[in-house]
């Protein structure tokens, strides 16, 4: 008899494999620690603002949520400051946080035990711009040998399982769903027996490189006030604008967990992601699929999802199309739906990973982020969103949406 | 023009290529290898590349491949530096 991965993966077996989720590390623009981000985004505090990290006045888009700047030695090893971009500086940063957090003392596991997979859309952009600069100002040879690795997708699964010792299973996922499909594959590591597996995303591409590639895509907002410029759902909504950082989650078999004494966050229920139809195809948006399919993997059903941590694009049409996706399978006002981005910005992979360690956080807490800004929803998408303040309620089962380019991501969280 | 001293190679190694926390580069280093100070190949080749480009020498990748200690890196870059006038 044969099964799908998603069959195996269901939760009708016993404890062992079951992944839940024991260590936190955020970094954002609005909290550079877990507890400050929680207590910002319960706050609804931003940290949207003007570009700093350059001039911004010759491009369209002038705000973005930037990470506070930090004393670089303070928290990054000497030898790997000269070969690190800001992406892999702020992984390696939550990294130490989400390990702390965890209370794991890696060292003492067998290192072939501990997985890595880590999500990345970008790269490390400013390093690359940086050394590209030289080579056409200077000449090749004033460009840095650690460019070869600085800009890739894979460096900062490659530098964190350097700097941690880690040599069990690893890997990399692109695409702005990274963050989340990596949490789902550090499940499958889980799964497949590892103890340990780190997953999560931190993204960073604030630099004019990483700008002018990123205003191609036409759906960053040009509004120019903070507290007006990235509105999802809501009629004013005129585009996203992007941000840095994200979060590392330590993904755990739930039995080594227990026999530590380690507090699990939340359980790893389900997952599903899904392709749209090729552009200009009439048929459906693969969203509501991989929502489906999350929820039959967990076996969920609708009714006990207590909140949707919404992909919230901020543009018009993706925003309704993620309305119809959320009301086709829960009925319309139905479950809460929240989108604490509003207060950081869309952050690429690293995005959904953070939505995922705030789903966690309000399963502990017991209360539910709200967005910000909004002020005139779009009635029609007959969603209940949270808007005036924080809620507090139990919440048992979160489901976390994550879009990219024609690829749609659906996590659900239960609470332990 | 003076000399390449050791002194201005642990510059060159601190501005290419970082520092390890825990290894001091301020003691008798000349004979412990770059490896034992925590830089790999690549941290070496940086540090070489920067030496090149400030003090005007060629330090192929074939030499330096054989140069594993602070000491025969001195000694390379003196090699070809003009004697002091």
């Known amino acids: 008899m044969t099964t799908t991965l998603a069959e ?40 949207l603002g003007r570009v700093t990290r350059f001039d911004p006045a010759q491009y369209p888009v002038k705000l973005a949520g930037e990470v506070a700047d930090y004393d670089v030695h303070a928290y990054v090893p000497g030898r790997l400051v000269p070969q690190t971009d800001q992406t892999t500086r ?27 997979v880590t999500g990345n859309s970008v790269g490390g952009l400013e390093y690359s711009q940086r050394e590209l600069e030289k080579l056409w100002s ?10 070869s690795f600085a800009w890739f997708y894979a460096v900062n699964t490659g530098q964190l399982s350097i700097r941690h010792g880690l040599h069990g299973p690893g890997g990399v996922l692109t695409g702005h769903t990274g963050g989340l499909d990596s949490v789902a594959h550090a499940r499958r590591y889980v799964a497949d027996g590892l103890p340990v597996a780190v997953s999560g995303a931190i993204d960073s591409s604030l630099c004019p490189l990483g700008w002018v590639i990123e205003l191609t895509t ?68 693969g969203l ?13 059903p609708p009714a006990e999802v207590d909140v949707v941590f919404a ?56 209360v539910i982020p709200p967005m910000i800004n909004v002020t005139d929803p779009v009635a029609s998408d007959r969603l209940d969103l949270v808007l005036a303040g924080p809620r507090e309620t139990r919440v048992g089962a979160a489901l976390v949406l994550a879009r990219g380019d024609g690829l749609n991501s659906a996590m659900v969280l239960t609470a332990p | 023009m003076a000399m390449f001293t050791q002194a201005d190679l642990v510059g060159y190694m601190r501005r290419a290529a970082g520092e390890d926390e825990s290894i001091s580069l301020d003691g008798d280093i000349a004979e412990v290898t770059f490896a034992d100070l925590g830089y790999d190949s690549l941290a070496v080749m940086e540090i070489a590349s920067l030496a090149e480009r400030e003090l005007g020498v060629r ?26 006038v």
């Open chain 1, 90 to 116: 702020l992984a390696l940063i939550a990294m130490d946080a989400a390990v702390g957090d965890a209370g794991l003392d890696l060292a003492a596991m067998p290192s072939d035990q501990i997985g890595i």
């Open chain 1, 138 to 147: 200077a000449g090749s040879n004033h460009v840095s040998a650690y460019l």
């Open chain 1, 8 to 47: 195996r993966d269901a939760g009708t077996r016993p404890e062992a494999g079951r992944a839940v989720i024991t260590g936190i590390g955020v970094i954002a623009p609005n909290g550079f620690t877990t507890d400050e981000y929680w207590d910002a985004v319960l706050h609804g505090r931003s940290g």
């Open chain 1, 288 to 300: 509501r699929r991989a929502i489906e399919l999350a929820l039959w993997d967990a076996g969920v």
């Open chain 1, 218 to 285: 036409g759906r960053m907002s040009t509004v120019t006030d903070p507290a007006r410029a990235y509105l999802p759902f809501d009629h004013a909504a005129s585009g996203y604008l992007s941000g840095e950082g994200g979060a590392i989650l330590i993904t755990e078999d739930a039995g080594h967990a227990r026999r530590r004494g380690a507090r699990p966050y939340g359980e790893i229920a389900g997952y599903g992601a899904t392709f749209d139809p090729r552009p200009g195809s009439d048929r459906e948006p």
């Open chain 1, 311 to 366: 992909d919230a694009a901020g543009v018009a049409d993706l925003d309704r199309a993620e309305a119809a996706a959320i009301t086709a399978v829960f009925g319309p006002r139905a479950v809460p739906v929240t989108a604490p981005k509003t207060t950081t910005g869309r952050l690429h992979s690293g995005g959904p990973a953070l939505d995922a360690a705030t789903a966690l956080l309000s399963m502990r807490h017991g």
């Open chain 2, 59 to 84: 330090l192929p990748e074939e030499t330096m491949a054989g140069v594993e200690t602070p000491q025969q890196f001195v000694d390379l870059v003196n090699e070809q530096l003009p004697a002091s």
